[in-house]
């Protein structure tokens, strides 16, 4: 188990982690979320290791994790972390840039081993090409291999997919995720999109300025956010006055929390007025006004600006 107990670390005297406190059991994939600039990558680097923490430990199991006052090299060599700027050789080959992380002792596993891991990133076909010659995802998915070569206790990913296409990135993560599993390797994700967590991520931590403000089973987290923020990061919601769509609610003060898919047009109910569909593949998000009050809901059918409908509530519990 990674243990994080009463962590605090000032990076500058505008921003600091404060007092935190996780444990994540091995082998569980764990996001971390919120928004931009709140401290996803800095608690990353301080499981690494790659800081030294004011206040607090970290351990995982009986080892503690510590930052470069004790280590001339930081970081733990049980745990792998792969950064926002991938840390490749731009002038040796792809297969060369795994290979390094593994044992010249045993040329043939070294060899398997490879070529095992150019494949669950999809980049067999490029075993021989020099880095510098890659793409930005090309180059993230090399990266992901270095990564898992050693075969890490603790995998640290900062926006793993986020230079890979749409095409590729579903397959990889289906493929990686399912790989990570079966090795039984922890993973921790720092993330911005909901589409990385809700498939793979057992647990979700969320973080709001420096602290931990939710940390639930990602399904749990999702059906029930406690505030606005903690719903926002998973896509579009809204926050209404629950007695709009649900006439069982009698005080006016209770407010809402409401995903757009859980929202549908009516025979009767909340009128409100069509202000612009998005068309979304399978269906279309339409943003729609009751008073000043934006209301989006999802919908097979296409509406135009200024048809006036009836809203009503899709379902009550969520589950
Ligand atoms: N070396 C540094 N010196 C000073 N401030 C820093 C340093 N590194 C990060 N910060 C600040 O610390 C805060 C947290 O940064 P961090 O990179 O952990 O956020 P994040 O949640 O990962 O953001 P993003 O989602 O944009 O990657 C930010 O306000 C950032 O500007």
């Known amino acids: ?61 009986d080892h503690q994790i510590t930052g470069p006052k004790d280590h001339l090299v930081p970081g733990m060599p049980f ?44 980049m067999s076909a490029f075993a021989k090409a020099h880095v510098k010659t890659l793409s930005g995802g090309q180059k993230q998915r090399v990266a992901l291999a270095q990564s898992l070569a050693k075969e890490p206790k603790i995998l640290l990913l900062d926006e793993p997919f986020s230079h890979i296409d749409n095409f590729r990135k579903n397959r990889l993560r289906r493929k990686l995720f399912s790989y990570l599993k079966k090795q039984h390797i922890t993973c921790i ?54 007695h709009w769509l649900d006439t069982t609610i009698t005080d006016s003060n209770t407010l809402a929390l409401l995903y757009p898919y859980q929202i549908i047009a009516a025979n009767t109910g909340l009128d409100v007025t069509v202000k612009q569909s998005y068309f979304k593949g399978g269906y279309y998000l339409i943003e729609s006004m009751h008073n000043d009050t934006p209301i989006f809901f999802e919908s097979s059918k296409e509406y135009f600006p200024s048809d006036q409908i009836k809203l009503a509530l899709k379902t009550l519990l969520m589950d």
């Open 79 to 122: 745990i792998k972390h792969l950064s926002q700027d991938f840390d490749l050789m731009p002038f040796i080959s792809v297969e060369e840039n795994i290979k390094k992380f593994l044992s010249r002792l045993y040329p043939k596993e070294s060899e398997q081993r490879t070529q095992e891991l150019l494949e669950v990133v999809e």
């Open 189 to 242: 994700v720092a993330t911005h999109d909901s589409t990385d967590i809700l498939s793979y991520m057992d647990q979700t931590i969320v973080i709001r300025e420096g602290e931990i403000i939710a940390n639930a089973p990602t399904r749990e987290l999702y059906k029930n956010p406690k505030t606005h923020y903690i719903a926002s990061l998973f896509g579009e919601v809204n926050e209404i006055p629950a």
């Open 1 to 61: 188990m990674l243990r994080i107990t009463n962590v605090s670390y000032s990076i500058s005297d505008r921003f600091s982690l404060q007092n935190l406190n996780l444990q994540i059991e091995e082998g569980t994939h764990v996001s971390i979320i919120g928004e931009s600039g709140c401290g996803k990558t800095t608690l990353l680097k301080l499981i690494y290791g790659l800081y030294d923490t004011d206040t607090g430990t970290i351990f995982w199991k």
